[in-house]
């Protein structure tokens, strides 16, 4: 019976990125589980370029110095030189990560079943084979929560007959329907002739897919005015905007999202992942930042017309400031300006809600 050193349940970016960083020049035995290891997801990871994610500069997709946010009766832009918003996809971060990694075995199955015996954890896949493993790394989706607040979303890349003459990064355009929740368009320009066109909503309630991508053909109609033009690419995800804390032990460690990686108000999880695989701090999000955030998804559940909060903290930052706020680095002077730019009764009837939670 062979007992793998460690098994990899799941093999996303997460996953992906403790091979390479942690386990790259080990000599100890490895096995990724995963039924999806080999589709043809591509999806996006973006980020504004931190110290630590510097290191990964040569696989940027695509970068921006610049970024917007458009509202009913106007536009902010933010500029960074020095931090801009980026974004990785995931078939060139597998080809990074696993390059030249000899000491790994695949399966592609999904997990029925985890138990644990004295010194190792059995594994039973979903055709009844056992796989035998001293450690596991668990990245699956934690499961959605039904009355959870949730960003879910569908994204199309386009490719367009003509050059677009887009340059700058839409992080939220709110002219588009409010009535199924807090619903904007995210919209990145890959280069001349692609675009990424994003339908998201904050809300408890999943959404048909014809929905989004309805509201997607109206938005590539109306707002970016294109006509001819193709979809050559799909994703979809639903994303936890509450706290996900699984327990931990020595030999089994939940990780990504299911590890609580991902920051909840912005379901950026990515680059707090690497930070603290690379740095070894004790937390993904500070005290401060998860309380903060707590406050916000509190807002969301209980007011109306919520758009206003982004509008307002956009306007109230520069672009190095809103940067380093939503990657968890931002100073005192900064946090104090977020606070200062919330509606004050909403945001001090979110804070006690907090607090009885």
């Known amino acids: ?70 509202y009913e009766n106007g536009n902010i832009t933010h500029t960074s030189n020095s931090r801009p918003y980026c974004v990785i996809r995931f078939q060139e971060w597998k080809k990074f990560c696993l390059e030249n990694i000899n000491n790994i075995n695949y399966k592609e199955r999904n997990v029925n079943k985890i138990s644990k015996n004295d010194d190792y954890y059995k594994i039973t896949l979903d055709n009844d084979e056992n796989i035998f493993a001293k450690k596991i790394y668990d990245s699956r989706s934690p499961g959605i929560k039904k009355d959870g607040l949730k960003q879910h979303f569908i994204g199309q890349i386009i490719q367009t007959t003509k050059s677009h ?12 329907s409010q009535e199924e929740g807090l619903h904007f368009m995210y919209c990145l320009p890959i280069n001349e002739n692609q675009i990424l066109v994003e339908s998201t ?14 509201q997607i053909r109206d938005y590539i109609s109306q707002q970016l005015q294109l006509e001819q033009f193709e979809i050559i690419e799909e994703e979809k995800g639903i994303l936890p905007m509450y706290e996900i804390k699984n327990k931990n ?19 950026y999880a990515f680059s707090f992942f690497l930070r603290k695989l690379t740095s070894n701090i004790d937390n993904y999000h500070s005290y401060w930042d998860e309380w903060m955030d707590k406050i916000f ?28 706020f939503m990657m968890g680095i931002a100073d005192l002077k900064t946090k104090i300006k977020v606070i200062l730019s919330m509606p004050k009764k909403s945001f001090i009837k979110s804070f006690i809600s907090s607090l009885l939670s």
């Open 201 to 214: 909503i904050f809300s408890k309630n999943l959404l048909p897919n014809e929905w989004y991508k309805h």
């Open 1 to 70: 019976m062979k007992i793998y050193d460690i098994a990899f349940i799941g093999l996303g970016a997460s996953s992906l990125a403790t091979i390479k960083l942690k386990y790259s020049n080990s000599q100890l035995s490895i096995i990724g589980i995963d039924k999806e290891f080999n589709s043809s997801r591509n999806n996006f990871f973006a980020f504004w370029l931190t110290d630590w994610m510097e290191s990964f500069e040569s696989l940027i997709t695509q970068k921006w110095n610049k970024w917007s946010f458009y």
């Open 165 to 176: 003459k887009m340059n700058i990064a839409t992080l939220m355009d709110f002219r588009v």
């Open 297 to 324: 998804v509190h807002f969301l559940l209980n007011n109306h017309k919520t758009e206003h909060i982004f509008i307002r903290m956009s306007q109230s930052l520069t672009g190095d400031e809103f940067s380093s």
């Open 249 to 267: 032990t020595d030999n089994y460690i939940n990780i990504g999202t299911r590890g609580g990686a991902t920051k909840i108000s912005s379901g």
